[in-house]
Nanobody
Framework: QVQLVESGGGLVQAGGSLRLSCAAS????????VGWFRQAPGKEREFVAA????????GYADSVKGRFTISRDNARNTVYLQMNSLKPEDTAVYYC?????????????????WGQGTQVTVSS
């Protein structure tokens, strides 16, 4: 099975950028879709973006379209989430997840493998 390790979180001012990374160990991402979810204090975990490893199909939440970009690096077996024009409401713990389900699922119950999460804080 695949193990996921996120990195790249931190504190940034509104309007700034961060890039999150999700690295796989144990096996490659081949055959998986990889998604990013986030959970703010007191709120439900929500979908952010996902990418199909084979083919590169992507999906985004409306709240991040045009600001966030998900991508993959085959050689590094890593998925990235480039976050631009960050807003205070983007503050959350961001989780990487993987699934063998088809397509680019946008609901957390479709994902069976999860990382430990990385904190993103956007100050106003």
């Amino acid at each position: 099975q695949v193990q996921l390790v996120e990195s790249g979180g931190g504190l940034v001012q509104a309007g700034g950028s961060l890039r999150l990374s999700c690295a796989a160990s144990g096996r490659t991402f081949s055959g998986y879709a990889v998604g990013w979810f986030r959970q703010a204090p007191g709120k439900e975990r929500e979908f952010v973006a996902a990418i199909r490893w084979s083919g590169g199909n992507t999906g985004y939440a409306d709240s991040v379209k045009g600001r966030f970009t998900i991508s993959r690096d085959n050689a590094r077996n890593t998925v990235y989430l480039q976050m631009n024009s960050l807003k205070p409401e983007d503050t959350a713990v961001y989780y990487c997840a993987a699934t063998l389900r088809v397509g680019v699922p946008n609901v957390q119950f479709e994902y069976g493998y999860w990382g430990q999460g990385t904190q993103v804080t956007v100050s106003s």
